[in-house]
């Protein structure tokens, strides 16, 4: 079941009474993609930890890749189930939004706090929890994509998969993978 988020009218994605804030172990909000997500009115959540034997991100020269995001806010899974089941459509983009606010914090860490340094989002690999005749993938995923071209601009713009799969980990009804080009 989502948990009961809301998108503010600037883009903040939001539970009744609380936002999402910044990870204040990171740096000062300093580049320009800061000022961009400030301006957006987006705020990042803190990042996770893997759920098993992996990293988060890895970087290898100038590519960086993130591993896949589930839709987490405060440590849970705010959207359970499947699309075209238990989970609607409005509920799924806007848990690949989530997905993809989580990838933003990833490579945030990973950078140290240096979002100026992305020089293209190269993919992103979107995983929907759906009924099998379930058809709209592209739909759903589309949440982490505008996301991420909102933010960056068109450094944001990136090839994609859109994949229904018959589950996710945790039960998550939307999972998102990404690929960047980094300054090195």
């Known amino acids: 079941m989502f948990l009961p988020l809301f998108l503010h009218a600037a883009g903040v994605i939001q539970r009744p009474n609380t936002f999402v804030k910044y990870n204040t172990e990171d740096k000062a909000l300093v580049g320009r993609i800061d000022a961009k997500l400030q301006k957006l009115g987006l705020l990042l959540p803190h990042v996770t930890t893997p759920l098993a034997?992996?990293?988060?991100?890895?970087?290898?020269?100038?590519?960086?890749?993130?591993?896949?995001?589930?839709?987490?806010?405060?440590?849970?899974?705010?959207?359970?189930?499947?699309?075209?089941?238990?989970?609607?459509?409005?509920?799924?983009?806007?848990?690949?939004?989530?997905?993809?606010?989580?990838?933003?914090?990833?490579?945030?860490?990973?950078?140290?706090?240096?979002?100026?340094?992305?020089?293209?989002?190269?993919?992103?690999?979107?995983?929907?929890?759906?009924?099998?005749?379930?058809?709209?993938?592209?739909?759903?995923?589309?949440?982490?994509?505008?996301?991420?071209?909102?933010?960056?601009g068109d450094a944001g713009k990136h090839a994609r998969s859109s994949i229904s799969v018959a589950s996710l980990p945790l039960g998550a009804a939307v999972e998102v993978e990404a690929m960047f080009a980094i300054a090195v």
């Open 53 to 152: 034997n992996y990293v988060p991100v890895t970087i290898f020269g100038s590519l960086l890749t993130v591993s896949g995001q589930l839709p987490m806010l405060d440590g849970k899974v705010a959207c359970v189930g499947k699309i075209g089941g238990d989970v609607s459509m409005d509920d799924a983009v806007q848990a690949a939004r989530l997905c993809a606010l989580n990838i933003v914090a990833q490579v945030r860490h990973a950078l140290d706090g240096d979002l100026d340094r992305v020089v293209q989002c190269l993919r992103l690999g979107g995983f929907v929890n759906s009924i099998d005749t379930f058809t709209q993938q592209s739909v759903i995923v589309n949440g982490a994509s505008d996301l991420i071209v909102d933010v960056f």
